[in-house]
């Protein structure tokens, strides 16, 4: 079982090599296989090296980012940023990651629509694209004013990673990120003022919900308070 996973890694991802089948992954002592795994791990190992996967614990790695993948389509526990990586998907940072799986969660819940390395290179590719768009969005309404009750929308947020936000509290969340006496009031709470860069403004814009977010459902501030 262990030759038939060796041979497709060959470091050349063009040639389809890969071609080991869910059993002869389970006979080796990995766990958590399936049919949708084995597409996805081949599809990656074909693109490695064969000391990249000479150990049991190298192929569980892959095979268990794989998992992770396949849960996430069905909106269970997400894959993370390293396992990602593992799985040679590229353009995928802590600045997007929320976005990527969200755009994972999105697809099919059986895993069809991300057990190809193409497939979910596609995904995270729009995703990442979008969560960079939505940032902007978001940051030339911050550094303009131009905030509305509407405007930048929930969906805008969610586009670029920042959960939390929704339709009950946009109006107050929108107020509050052009609003500078809650910005500063914020800034007093160990948050700083908004970045100016890109990068700079997801992360701000995510402590910001995080921490703003209870707080306005709590005091139920609104837009007008």
Do not use: C, H
Not at 130 to 137: D, E
Not at 157 to 182: C, E, F, H, R
Not at 189 to 206: F, I, T, V, W, Y
């Amino acid at each position: 079982a262990y030759v038939a996973i060796l041979a497709g890694a060959d470091a050349d991802a063009s040639n389809d090599n890969a071609t080991a089948i869910t059993a002869q992954y389970t006979a080796i002592g990995v766990t958590d296989a399936t049919d949708r795994t084995t597409s996805l791990v081949n599809d990656r190992i074909d693109g490695l090296s064969a000391t990249e996967v000479d150990t049991v614990a190298q192929v569980q790695a892959l095979v268990s980012a794989a998992a992770a993948v396949i849960s996430g389509a069905a909106a269970g526990t997400a894959p993370t940023l390293a396992q990602l990586n593992a799985l040679g998907v590229t353009g995928v940072t802590a600045d997007n990651l929320a976005a990527v799986q969200a755009a994972i969660a999105a697809t099919a819940n059986d895993g069809s629509g991300v057990d190809s390395l193409s497939e979910l290179q596609t995904i995270a590719s729009n995703a990442a694209a979008q969560a960079a768009a939505a940032i902007t969005t978001i940051s030339d309404a911050a550094q303009a004013n131009t905030a509305t009750a509407t405007t930048p929308a929930a969906t805008v947020y969610s586009a670029a990673g920042v959960t939390g936000v929704t339709d009950g509290n946009l109006a107050a969340i929108n107020n509050a990120l052009k609003d500078k006496g809650v910005v500063d009031s914020l800034a007093l709470q160990g948050l700083s003022p908004l970045g100016s860069s890109p990068d700079e403004m997801a992360k701000e814009m995510r402590r910001l919900y995080e921490q703003w977010g209870p707080i306005v459902k709590r005091i139920g501030f609104t837009a007008e308070s």
